[in-house]
Each structure stands twice: as structure tokens, then as C-alpha cells.
């Protein structure tokens, strides 16, 4: 709300005793004011200028206050208007408040009253403009908080998934290095900034599914059974179903869930293949692969980086998108292996 001092106030009067009288007032009371004695050089002026008030005549020769009323609703709607009328002629107005006046005062003037109906006038308007001011930026707000709930939530899924990993050897670091090696293959393929932060997102959250798999099957050291492959399975549309609330974003969701199938069909949840799958899911699937080969396991050492690279080239086309595994094998120089072989993986 503006202070008093940069509360601007037009007089319109065709006297020019009452328009010093009016001005002299509000001044001393710490209003700005500017004067005009008829209606075609008040609209001028309000044209050029807004003002948050005006205290206008309404008997004047040529146009009347009701007239300007009408000009201030049109060309500066925010600007309160109080009439200044003969006590003869309240109906007057009492009619322009009913237009959207906020007050008249009559004339003799008291004024005291004069001052009291500006103030209520001004604050009137005050409370009008905030309310309506806060309607207009609700949904905004609204929007807003939502988003840093959600991404206070995302915050703590993504440290949740790096815990799950952490308190595992076998996993830790897994999420990150996948993540890592993914968005460089997407780098090679010009995805966009907006694409490579989904691929980012995807990447660091992509077994997140895998809170709802017990750790003794997790973790199993000798052959999974068909039961609990099953839960396995779950894993990538857990995942979605856990992110879903928290991320909006269609593209991301897609990677989470399809990160398992197989080029050729087969895979899970759906069994989906070729182009069907997401792209990014395509090269997230050969990223994991790669990671969980050269990565310990409880059933197994890690493979060497030349061995896993030769099993993405064995299953180039059936596994993996072809494409993605050329991607791999072209961009290896650029693709973080860091000395993974004490690193493990997941199934
Ligand atoms: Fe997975």
C-alpha cells in the first residue's frame, strides 16, 4: 500500500475558492494533489496520470461530476471517486454512488468530514485492490507452494534412493554411475538441456521401486525362484507409482518404468519393444547393464569392462537398442568408468 506522501488526489471543482480550500486541506495532510475546473481537463489529466482519488463537483457548467464518473470508470477503474455536492442535491448523489462512487461529501464543507470520507474512500480501495490482487496471484501461489512441496519430496526420495544403495555394497553409487553414463550417451545424441535433466532425474531415481523388495531377495546370493523374480519385476512400475504423486513429468515416469524391457520384446512390465520403449529407457537400460556387469554381486565378481562390453555387443538387437549400444561403444572414451570392479550393482 503507497503512504499517504505518494497518495496522489484530483480536485475538480469550477470554483476555484473550493479547489484551493479542498487543496490546501489534503496537503496539509500530506497528500499530493493537482487541480482542474471542468470535466474535459480533468479526463486529460487522468489520461496522462493516475491518480488513486478524485474528489469531483458534480454540478459544473458543461459536463458534470457524474459524467466524469463515468470517464474514471472507464479509463483508470482503480481510482476512487467521491462527490462533492449541495445538500439540495444528495439524490444526485446517492445515484453516482450507486455507479461506483465511494462517497459523497456536501457542500458547505466540513472539513473534518471532508478528510474522514477520503481516508475511508482510499483505505476502501486499499482493501479492494489487495483482495483483488491476492485472487490474482492464489493460483500462482498455490502453483508455487505445490512445486516446493513437491520438489522437497523429490529431495527426499532422491537422498532415500541413495541411502537404499548405500546401505548396500553392492549397490552403492549404482544409481549415480547410471546416471552418469546415461546422460553422456544422451549428450552424444544432442538431447536437449530439458531432455538430459529427465534423463538425469530418471536415472537417479530408477530403482526406487525396489523399497517395495524385501532385501533377502534383493540381495539373494544364489538363483532368484519364479516367486520371487516376480517381485522383482515389480520394481520399475513401483517406481512409477511411488514418483507419480511427485513427478509430473510423463517423459521421466516412462524412463522409471520401462527401463527393464528388451529391445526385442520380452522384458518387463509390459514386454514392449523397439521404439515403443522411451528412448531414454533404451539407453538407461544399457547404462544399468553395464554398471551391474562391472559391478560385484552376491552371486558373482564383476566383469571386466572389455567383458561387458562384449555382452552389450552380444545382445545388440535383442536386449539392447542397437543403436544405443554403438552409442556406448563409440562414446566409451567420453563415458565415466570409474574403477567400477568394487562397485556392485543390482539384478
Ligand atoms: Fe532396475
Do not use: W
Not at 64 to 89: H, Y
Not at 316 to 338: H, M, T
Request: charged content about 30%.
Amino acid at each position: 500500500m503507497k503512504s499517504i506522501k505518494e497518495t496522489s488526489v484530483l480536485i475538480v471543482d469550477d470554483e476555484a475558492t473550493i479547489r484551493e480550500v479542498l487543496q490546501r486541506t489534503l496537503e496539509s495532510e500530506g497528500y499530493y494533489c493537482e487541480t482542474a475546473g471542468n470535466v474535459d481537463e480533468a479526463v486529460g489529466m487522468i489520461q496522462k496520470r493516475s491518480f488513486e482519488l478524485v474528489l469531483t463537483d458534480i454540478m459544473m457548467p458543461g459536463k458534470s461530476g457524474v459524467e466524469l464518473l463515468k470517464e474514471i470508470q472507464t479509463f483508470s477503474p482503480d481510482t476512487a471517486v467521491i462527490m462533492v455536492t449541495a445538500v439540495s442535491d444528495t439524490q444526485t448523489a446517492i445515484n453516482a454512488m450507486k455507479m461506483g462512487a465511494s462517497d459523497y461529501v456536501t457542500k458547505p464543507f466540513n472539513l473534518v468530514e471532508v478528510l474522514m470520507s477520503v481516508d475511508r474512500a482510499l483505505e476502501k480501495r486499499a482493501l479492494y485492490l489487495s483482495n483483488r490482487d491476492y485472487r490474482d496471484h492464489l493460483e500462482q501461489k498455490v502453483e508455487k507452494q505445490t512445486d516446493e512441496i513437491r520438489s522437497t519430496f523429490l529431495g527426499a526420495l532422491k537422498a532415500l534412493a541413495e541411502a537404499l544403495e548405500a546401505k548396500d555394497p553392492y549397490t552403492n553409487g549404482h544409481s549415480k554411475r547410471v546416471t552418469e553414463i546415461t546422460v553422456t550417451l544422451a549428450r552424444e545424441m544432442s538431447f536437449s538441456e530439458e531432455e538430459l535433466a529427465q534423463i538425469r532425474l530418471a536415472g537417479l531415481v530408477h530403482d526406487i521401486g525396489k523399497i517395495g523388495v524385501p532385501e533377502a531377495i534383493l540381495h539373494k546370493a544364489g538363483k532368484l525362484t519364479d516367486k520371487e523374480f516376480d517381485l522383482i519385476k515389480d520394481h520399475p512400475a513401483m517406481g512409477e507409482k511411488i514418483l507419480k504423486p511427485i513427478i509430473r513429468d510423463a517423459e521421466v515416469l516412462a524412463i522409471v518404468r520401462y527401463h527393464h524391457e528388451r529391445y526385442s520384446g520380452g522384458g518387463y512390465p509390459e514386454g514392449i519393444s523397439g521404439d515403443g520403449i522411451p528412448l531414454g529407457a533404451r539407453l538407461l537400460a544399457v547404462a544399468d547393464a553395464f554398471d551391474a556387469m562391472t559391478s560385484s554381486r552376491p552371486y558373482r565378481k564383476a566383469m571386466s569392462v572389455e567383458k561387458a562390453k562384449g555382452q552389450l555387443l552380444a545382445n545388440r538387437g535383442s536386449q539392447f537398442d542397437p543403436e544405443a549400444v554403438d552409442l556406448f561403444i563409440k562414446a566409451e572414451k567420453k563415458l565415466p568408468f570409474c574403477p567400477m570392479t568394487a562397485q556392485p550393482a543390482s539384478h
